[in-house]
């Protein structure tokens, strides 16, 4: 598949007690960037993964400085996050709203 570097964040667990008493939120890794196309550079609009119809063959990649991976549907983000490795998906809404419980406390 290829050596992909990948950037993200820790989200540490923590607990929001005024609105959410007994939960505890976080413990998880977030890509850092909205995700792109291994092959996407600054200076191109429109890689040609998606387009080519192969998202399965590719990880999506958080970085900086390059467009988001566009004409991407459920299934195909869903495979792409897959081929970042075991454990990678999609963000459930537990783990959105511990991000935005963390946004609110911080």
Known sequence: MGN????????PPFTYAEEVPGVTFGGFLVDKY??????????Q????VAHSGAPGAVPAISRPGVPVWDYINLPQAMIAC???GKGWHLMS?????SMAFLSKKL
């Open 34 to 43: 909205v995700c792109s196309q291994p092959n996407a550079r600054p200076d």
């Open 45 to 48: 609009g429109s890689p040609d």
């Open 4 to 11: 992909y570097t990948n950037q993200h964040v820790i989200i």
């Open 82 to 84: 897959c081929n970042k």
């Open 93 to 97: 809404a537990f783990e959105w709203a």
